[in-house]
């Protein structure tokens, strides 16, 4: 399967804890979309990245939340000291360079208690 | 503030039929356009785009329109068939953040039904 991958695909914390969201791009594809979908919303844009930068990150809160996209390995989004408004889904998307078609894995959803 | 609106949440057709699902926008610098089909608990999955120099992009059973003047766009399925039961997300993009970015604005969904 090319498609991207998520992992986990759903991960429950407590509040205070640390969740680690991971995503591999589809075969061919260089560049991560990181979005958020909050119940009833349609998806908004946190973070966009490729190998070893951000290149656009005006999406993200500032305080607590974290993304990264390394030389090897998946990208990984990071939220530290999560709260209840954290839960939600996260989805990955990744692209070919200078394309506008972004293909997205089946989401993390995150459950805070 | 939305820049992308949907404004029928959901949207109810016979099998057969053609279903019609609407998208407005507001930010002139959005240069391209996508439609993307949701199931519940799956990743949107990307159906059709269109090019903001196009008014029109055909593919099978899905065609994309593009009213510039207006903002408006709008996804044409013919015929319409009980799998394309789904949530139906209107997206624009553009390279107006100067950083290459191009992240992906997304309206709130219509649900679409299709009944056999």
């Known amino acids: 399967n090319a498609g991207v991958m998520q992992n986990p695909r759903h991960l429950v914390r407590r509040r205070g804890q640390e969740a680690r969201l991971r995503c591999s791009p589809m075969?061919?594809?260089?560049?991560v979309y990181w979005y958020r979908q909050l119940p009833e919303e349609g998806l908004k844009f946190m973070v966009y990245l490729q190998k070893e930068n951000i290149i656009d990150e005006s999406g993200m809160p500032k305080e607590r939340f974290s993304a990264e996209f390394p030389k090897e390995g998946p990208s990984i989004l990071r939220i530290q000291q999560v709260v209840r408004g954290d839960s939600a889904a996260y989805f990955c998307a990744s692209s070919k360079p200078t394309s506008y078609e972004q293909y997205f894995g089946p989401g993390t959803r995150l459950t805070v208690t | 503030d939305q820049q992308v609106k949907q404004n029928s949440p959901s949207l109810s057709v016979q099998e057969g039929r053609i279903s019609i699902l609407n998208c407005d926008y507001t930010n002139s610098m959005f240069d391209y356009f996508l439609w993307y089909k949701k199931y519940p608990a799956e990743g949107p999955t990307f159906l059709i785009s269109i090019s903001s120099i196009k008014d029109k992009n055909e593919d099978g059973r899905f065609t994309v329109f593009l009213n510039k003047s207006a903002k408006h766009l709008s996804l044409h399925i013919v015929p319409s068939q009980p799998g394309d039961s789904a949530v139906y997300f209107c997206?624009?993009?553009?390279?107006?953040?100067?950083?290459?970015?191009?992240?992906?604005?997304f309206g709130k969904g219509t649900k679409l039904s299709v009944i056999p």
């Open positions: 075969k061919g594809h260089s560049h």
């Open positions: 997206a624009a993009s553009g390279t107006y953040s100067g950083a290459g970015s191009y992240q992906l604005t």
